[in-house]
């Protein structure tokens, strides 16, 4: 059994069962060739296969399907998932092509110029090489393979990412398609169009914190159709 979500320009997989006794089929590859038949078919830009976990095995089957990008962490841009890109990964705990590239990282630098307990290196060559700011960011980077400290990104409005996500309606996709005005909301058992919130006309939909740019943010991500046939559950 698999579930997908159809949004306005892609297919995306979430999740795929099947009873162990066939595990040996290979069922979780058919489906996956079923669901990119069904995005070709139906029209759609993209197929996604969901997360990408370099280090899990059961993830491992993802990366045999070319062409495929994965999403840089932090400048979301989408990168071909190919034998550089997974040397990369196959040697480090973090890894951001984008990064990478502007800093000059080859794909099988492992860091060996650092000291492990000081901030300084065996030697000034790789500094005076960089410069003080290239070295300091580099250093950071490399610092960083070594803990499992999450990448802090500031919370933005999904219409404000650059390059904008796949798959996703623009802000003027969504004001001139997408009834904000008329989607209702369920309250205490009834129903509401979301213009009868409270400020709906002052709130602006690119402030995701916000009603309205909630709102908005979700109708981008199913489309049209569905807010149409939808009423949003107030609990």
């Known amino acids: 059994m698999g579930v997908l979500d159809l949004l306005p320009h892609c297919v995306s997989a979430v999740y795929f069962i099947y009873h162990q006794d066939v595990s040996d089929w290979n069922f979780g590859k058919i489906s996956a060739l079923r669901e990119t038949a ?15 976990i370099h ?11 070319k062409p495929q ?33 502007r ?8 860091f060996s110029w650092l000291q492990s307990n000081s901030r300084t290196t065996s030697g000034f060559e790789k500094e005076l090489h960089l410069g003080l700011l290239k070295f300091k ?6 610092e960083g393979q070594h803990t499992d ?25 969504v004001e001139s398609g997408v009834d904000l005005d008329h989607w209702k909301i369920q309250i205490k058992g009834n129903a509401y169009p979301l213009k009868c919130l409270v400020g709906w006309d002052q709130f602006d939909i690119i402030d995701p914190f916000t009603p309205k740019g909630r709102f908005a943010e979700f109708a981008a991500c199913i489309g ?11 609990h």
């Not at 069904?38 to 990408?52: K, S």
């Not at 899990?56 to 399907?65: D, E, F, P």
Request: proline content about 5%; hydrophobic content about 35%.
């Open 149 to 173: 400290s999450d990448v802090k990104l500031q919370y933005c409005s999904l219409f404000e990412l650059k390059p904008p996500m796949p798959g996703v309606m623009t802000k003027e996709q």
């Open 224 to 234: 049209p159709e569905m807010v149409r046939k939808t009423v949003i559950s107030a």
């Open 69 to 101: 990008y994965l999403l840089d962490p932090e400048t979301y841009a989408w990168n071909l998932f190919d034998d550089d890109l997974r040397e990369r990964l196959n040697i480090r705990n973090y890894v951001s092509l984008s990064r990478e590239r």
């Open 103 to 110: 800093l000059g990282i080859s794909a099988s630098a492992d």
């Open 137 to 142: 960011e580099e250093f950071d980077y490399a």
């Open 38 to 52: 069904l995005a070709v078919e139906g029209g759609y830009r993209y197929y996604y296969m969901g997360y990408y």
């Open 55 to 65: 280090s899990c095995v059961k993830m491992r089957y993802k990366g045999a399907y």
